[in-house]
Nanobody, 121 residues
C-alpha cells in the first residue's frame, strides 16, 4: 500500500522557520519526483516546490522563492520543505506528492493526507 505521510506542521509565529517532512512507503520512490502543494481556505490548491528524483533539480513558486527550500533525504524516499520567514499568507494545508516527473506531480495519484501550517501575525 502506497503511503505518503507529512509531519512537522502546526501553529507558527510570523517569521518562524518550521520544516515539513514527507515520508513515502509502499513502493520505490527513489526514482520519482516529489513536491509540495498547499491549499488555503477558500482557495485552489497551488504548487509550492518540487524536486526531481535525485534532488539535483528544484523548482519553486514565485511566492516562496528565496524563503522555502525543498530537499530529499539520503534514501530518496523522504522529501523536506524548510520554510523560513513565514508570513500569515503562508497559512494552508500542505500536501506532498510523488510522481514519475515534476511535470506530472499536480495530477499524481500519490498524495499525503496534508499537514496544517498556521502562521500567526
Amino acid at each position: 500500500q502506497v503511503q505518503l505521510v507529512e509531519s512537522g506542521g502546526g501553529l507558527v509565529q510570523a517569521g518562524g522557520s518550521p520544516r515539513l517532512s514527507c515520508a513515502a512507503s509502499g513502493r520505490t520512490f527513489s526514482s520519482y519526483a516529489m513536491g509540495w502543494f498547499r491549499q488555503a481556505p477558500g482557495k485552489e490548491r497551488e504548487f509550492v516546490a518540487a524536486t526531481n528524483w535525485s534532488g539535483g533539480s528544484t523548482h519553486y513558486a514565485d511566492s516562496v522563492k528565496g524563503r522555502f527550500t525543498i530537499s530529499r533525504g539520503n534514501a530518496k524516499n523522504t522529501v523536506y520543505l524548510q520554510m523560513n520567514s513565514l508570513k500569515p499568507e503562508d497559512t494552508a494545508v500542505y500536501y506532498c506528492a510523488a510522481d514519475q516527473s515534476v511535470a506530472r506531480l499536480a495530477e499524481s495519484d500519490y498524495w499525503g493526507q496534508g499537514a496544517q501550517v498556521t502562521v500567526s501575525s
